[in-house]
């Protein structure tokens, strides 16, 4: 009993000494549970990481902002610690149900650099054309089997009844394409 008291003492004085923010000033019971924060903070921190306090301590006040009856609390720390019993219960349940001990941060030390330098873009622009040269110096029936197979996906056997001739003639004039397209990039 003894020991209650002097709790209960040094509470109540350790509450006189902090002062109430402005902002909690209008709200009863903000005002009312102020003083018992750095209590509540020692609390969540032997339950929590420490870098998940502050935002466990702000989810509170907003439940203690947007509670709906204005009744005035008669006990402000059993309050306190009610509704951060709750707000923990409630975090370790979305935890839970988002398997978030399983996802891993991404660092960007992690991510591969990929930066897209001047030079590179002149390279590809000039790949680009000198792709389109060659393409534009091939026989049009072997540039249209190209584009039909390897941009449109079509089938060899689809481009070969469309273009009136074998499936063997189809490959000969892919494989014609593919290598004017090998030697132009081999001599670049």
């Known amino acids: 009993m003894r020991r209650r008291l ?7 004085t350790a509450a006189a000494d902090v002062s109430v923010p ?3 000033r209008g709200n009863g019971v903000l005002t009312a549970v102020w003083p018992h924060v750095p209590q509540l903070r020692g609390y969540l921190r032997k339950r929590l990481p420490a870098s998940e ?12 902002i947007h509670r709906v009856d204005g009744a005035e609390v008669q006990y402000p720390q059993r309050y306190l610690y009610q509704v951060a019993t709750a707000a923990l219960i409630d975090r370790h349940r979305h935890e839970k149900s988002r398997c978030g001990g399983l ?3 991404l660092l960007e030390a992690e991510l591969p650099h990929d930066e897209v330098s001047p030079d590179r873009v002149l ?7 000198a792709a389109q040269r060659v393409l534009a110096a091939l026989p ?3 540039r249209a089997i190209l584009v039909a197979v390897r941009v449109d996906g079509a089938s060899l ?7 009136g001739i074998t499936v063997s ?16 990039r081999d001599a670049a």
């Open 6 to 12: 002097a709790r209960s003492a040094l509470s109540a």
């Open 22 to 24: 402005a902002a909690c």
């Open 53 to 64: 306090v502050d935002d466990l301590v702000q989810d509170i006040f907003v439940r203690l």
């Open 103 to 105: 996802h891993c941060e």
């Open 123 to 129: 390279a590809a622009r000039q790949g680009v054309q």
């Open 140 to 142: 049009e029936r072997t």
């Open 157 to 163: 056997k689809t481009v070969a009844a469309h273009q």
């Open 169 to 184: 003639a189809v490959e000969k004039h892919l494989i014609r394409a593919i290598r004017a397209l090998r030697i132009d």
